[in-house]
């Protein structure tokens, strides 16, 4: 079973950064991709950004050039470092994992989630 666990998550004023990070256990090997989904107040989650195991990423239009995602292969871990937030940055971030290397696919591994908030 494979448990993923986020930390990193807070307040945070507009214009200001935050980095998050995930932890897979219960694998002895690379999960193909690994990435961030995000949920605000009355809204669907949407993709963030997602990474393969050979380092290919790719990140919503919303998202592009504020947020860097990267991973260790090794550890299992991706974080997502957020710079330049905004106010519609605030949703729960959720850590997500899986096999297929299709973003069209809803990853079968979550986390808890945890919590940004951007001030204005």
């Known amino acids: 079973q494979v448990h993923l666990v986020e930390s990193g998550g807070g307040l945070v004023q507009a214009g200001g950064s935050l980095r998050l990070s995930c932890a897979a256990s219960g694998i002895n090997r690379s999960l193909n991709r690994m990435g961030w989904y995000r949920q605000a107040p009355g809204k669907r989650r949407d993709l963030v950004a997602t990474?393969?195991?050979?380092?290919?990423?790719t990140y919503a239009d919303s998202v592009k050039g504020r947020f860097t995602i990267s991973r260790d292969n090794d550890k299992n871990t991706v974080s997502l470092q957020m710079n330049s937030l905004k106010p519609e940055d605030t949703s729960v971030y959720y850590c997500?994992?899986?096999?297929?290397?299709?973003?069209?696919?809803?990853?079968?591994?979550w986390g808890q989630g945890t919590r940004v908030t951007v001030s204005s």
């Open positions: 990474i393969t195991s050979g380092g290919t990423t």
């Open positions: 997500v994992a899986g096999w297929s290397l299709d973003n069209s696919i809803t990853p079968p591994y």
